[in-house]
């Protein structure tokens, strides 16, 4: 999901309900959209290709992940030109929904199981771009995206995110940050007098990926999933 604190609850100007607003504490809301497809499509591709680098994986005694990672960064920024649509369980947007599905345009023969993996996290970027721009569209914009979660081990991902979204991308990876985020939300409201700075220590951001001349590639390529995307939604809607 990528949400954006606001001091004031904003509702979509667009009819299609593109992202939501709920309440957070201290007179700030959440403007925001959550999207299906985000470390799942890395999942299946795991389980679906990626047998070699299971067991390649299990013989060096790392995450599989941190393999997938290596292979995707030896297809350049773009896929070799793939476009991947991430709804493998269908998507939030109304406009096509849980009708939609998993879409490999582009594939060609000179293309590479590298290339179809780079396009996957690729693809998810460009959808969480959908929620920037119709944020953006209702004058909520942000300096920088905090990132937590599985996939901001990656820092090819965070830099494809950062790179998409024309952001610095911040990532906190140690323990679980959203029970973390509970918990200084319930001493918030059991303590008047406790002071968040007392944690400043335990909020230090692991990694951190800076928008690179790759957004000019990307730029072009999410010009065309919106294309691809657009086209297909008749055909989703036909289900």
Known sequence: MLRVASPYPVIDKSPYMRFQTYYSLKKTWLPGGAVNSG?????????????????????????????????????PPGANGIIFLPYLSGERFPIFGNNSSAVIFGLREWHTKRDILRAFME??????????????????????????????????????????????????????AALFGSALVALETLDPSFELTKFDQYLRFDRIALPS????????????????????????NEN
């Open 123 to 176: 693809g998810v970027a460009y959808n969480l771009n959908l929620v920037n721009e119709a944020l953006r569209e209702n004058n909520l914009r942000f300096k920088e995206v905090r990132i937590t979660g599985g996939g901001a081990q990656s820092q090819l991902w965070l830099q494809i995110l950062a790179d998409v979204l024309n952001t610095p991308i911040k990532a906190f990876t140690r323990g679980d």
């Open 39 to 75: 470390g799942v499509v890395l999942r299946w591709f795991r389980d679906s290709l990626g047998g070699l680098e299971k067991v390649l994986a299990q013989d060096l005694g790392i995450s599989v992940y941190e393999i997938l990672d290596r292979e995707a960064m030896l297809s």
């Open 213 to 236: 001349e790759n957004r000019l590639v990307y730029e072009k390529q999410y010009e065309k999933f919106k294309k691809v995307l657009n086209s297909l939604i008749p055909l989703f």
